[in-house]
T-cell receptor
Framework: GEDVEQSLFLSVREGDSSVINCTYT??????LYWYKQEPGAGLQLLTY?????DMKQDQRLTVLLNKKDKHLSLRIADTQTGDSAIYFC????????????FGKGTKLSVKP | DGGITQSPKYLFRKEGQNVTLSCEQN?????MYWYRQDPGQGLRLIYY???????QKGDIAEGYSVSREKKESFPLTVTSAQKNPTAFYLC??????????????FGAGSRLTVL
């Protein structure tokens, strides 16, 4: 079945760029998402990309998609301490239900 | 402001008791979802509903029940049959599931602890 894989931890210094990686399994056209979760809170949508796109940029966030390798990355430029959170990659199922399957999340720690 | 409200934020339950978590949305979304989050496990889908008076089981529905009598409301009952109910529960909604990006909007979550 469909699966989404992410590394569990990433640590960077304030001001550096962060790159969070994700791999997915669905080979059909689909949507891919990045969500952010701060401690004790719900998930907040950061951005999403359709699988016919290679890249999407929104201010400090850049999403890169390698469809051949089924690899998605989220780059955060000039990482700040407020970016410390768990970042979830998600993929939309094929079919009419349209449900999302989530990775286990990458905990980003930003050191001052 | 439009959004999703979950209550209570924290809930303690004794073993053998049923508890109901509330989820209300004023976004006029058709679809609603319940997820369970455990440390290091990501989000797992419990139940979802695409339309009023209809709902489907997700990946881990055993020990849970839901209802969808109103478009705005999708309460989740954690029954005594759920063997390990201590977790963080997240409710979400989306405009529709048929086409497009199906972007989910999440509530702030409810943390259930079984004593």
């Amino acid at each position: 079945g469909e699966d989404v894989e992410q590394s569990l931890f990433l640590s960077v210094r304030e001001g550096d760029s962060s790159v969070i990686n994700c791999t997915y399994t669905d080979s059909s056209s689909t949507y891919l998402y990045w969500y952010k979760q701060e401690p004790g809170a719900g998930l907040q949508l950061l951005t999403y990309i359709f699988s016919n796109m290679d890249m999407k940029q929104d201010q400090r966030l850049t999403v890169l998609l390698n469809k051949k390798d089924k690899h998605l990355s989220l780059r955060i430029a000039d990482t700040q301490t407020g970016d410390s959170a768990i970042y979830f990659c998600a993929e939309r199922y094929g079919g009419s239900q349209g449900n999302l399957i989530f990775g286990k999340g990458t905990k980003l720690s930003v050191k001052p | 402001d439009g959004g999703i409200t979950q209550s209570p934020k924290y809930l303690f339950r004794k073993e053998g008791q049923n508890v109901t978590l509330s989820c209300e949305q004023n976004l006029n979304h058709d679809a609603m979802y319940w997820y369970r989050q455990d440390p290091g496990q990501g989000l797992r889908l419990i139940y979802y509903s695409q339309i009023v008076n209809d709902f489907q089981k997700g990946d881990i529905a055993e020990g849970y029940s839901v209802s969808r009598e109103k478009k705005e409301s999708f309460p989740l009952t954690v029954t005594s049959a759920q063997k390990n109910p201590t977790a963080f529960y997240l409710c979400a909604s989306s405009i529709n599931t048929i086409s497009g990006a199906n972007v989910l909007t999440f509530g702030a979550g409810s943390r259930l602890t079984v004593l």
